[in-house]
């Protein structure tokens, strides 16, 4: 089975695409609602938050877990791959793995592979973005805005990682306190719609022209991404991380095949426990009831 893991229900439009991607395969989804959100936890917090969810989709028959919240990704992904999931890999003697949703998100912000070397920069090329999900490159540096939590700016993961890449591209990042924990707690919409409207207006304020793109750098953000898409200037792109990281997926689970993930279309939602006044906005996006029993 194929675990996604998450603080709470953002995680749940990554999970809606992964399905979508693969709907032959068995899932397991776990949000940490009782601990949500992650974006002002400290890392400590955050790592063993992170690592106890892991571990309780590995007891439900996972061998592959996606870590579909950006906080959790930027801040623990990396130590979990190198220091603790090979000894777990030598305990229980079972191919298992994290993967986490930065990676192709930055694949499709720069239209290049993770492995791929940097693009020189070359204005007058009119070069074809490797990947789909970036728009055709322009002429002149590129200007991306990141809205994530206060976590994810702090780790300065998007910025670092797109200009190693793409030095053409200029990064701008926009903090959203207390945004994924009103999404999570059900806030009435005109509520979100006040606070992202000022976010972006926050991030306007360092800009002197719109931006190219937009990446909602919280899987919560697009639960509300209507709500971004009116505040930001109009025909400004939001580079859609669920989608990027479905594709990501299909790409991965060819090359092993090794993992075994089911193929019976098995679906589980479990949850640590919620308030039940965000289920109709997170109903509404899914397009139908969740049965979400208790981790």
């Known amino acids: 089975m194929i675990g996604v893991f998450d603080s709470g229900f953002g995680g749940l439009t990554v999970h809606r695409a992964l399905i979508e991607a693969l709907p032959e395969r068995d899932f397991v989804y776990l949000g940490d609602n009782k601990n949500a959100p992650y974006g002002t936890r400290p890392p400590l917090e955050v790592l063993n938050l992170t690592c106890a969810g892991i571990e309780r989709l590995f007891a439900e028959g996972c061998t592959l877990v996606i870590v579909a919240c950006n906080t959790a990704s930027v801040v623990t992904l990396r130590w979990i791959q190198q220091q603790w999931l090979p000894s777990i890999r030598r305990k229980e003697n079972i191919k298992r793995n994290a993967i986490g949703i930065v990676v192709p998100t ?3 912000a720069t239209g290049l592979g993770w492995h791929e070397e940097a693009r020189p920069i070359n204005p007058f090329a009119e070069a074809e973005a490797s990947l789909p999900l970036f728009p055709a ?10 809205f994530a939590t206060a ?12 200009r190693k890449r793409r030095p053409d591209i200029r990064v701008i990042q926009q903090a959203c306190p207390d945004l ?12 979100l719609k ?6 972006v207006g926050q991030a306007n304020e360092l800009l002197s022209a719109p931006p190219d793109s937009v990446i909602l750098g919280c899987t919560h953000y697009p639960l509300v991404a209507d709500l971004f898409a009116e505040a930001l200037p ?3 792109p939001i580079i859609h991380q669920p989608e990027a990281t479905a594709s990501a997926l299909r790409g991965y689970l060819e090359r092993h095949p090794e993992y075994n993930v089911g193929s019976h279309g098995k679906r589980t939602f479990l949850s640590t426990g919620f308030s039940a006044d965000a289920l ?7 397009g139908g009831t969740l049965d979400f029993k208790q981790a």
């Open 280 to 286: 109709p906005l997170i109903e509404k996006f899914w």
């Open 194 to 199: 006040d606070m992202i409207r000022d976010y």
């Open 234 to 236: 109009v025909g400004v």
């Open 151 to 162: 976590r994810t700016v702090e780790t300065e993961t998007y910025p670092y990682e797109i």
């Open 180 to 191: 994924a924990s009103a999404i999570e707690a059900g806030a009435p919409r005109q509520k």
């Open 137 to 146: 490159e322009a002429a002149g540096p590129h200007t991306i805005v990141v």
């Open 106 to 108: 930055i694949e499709a």
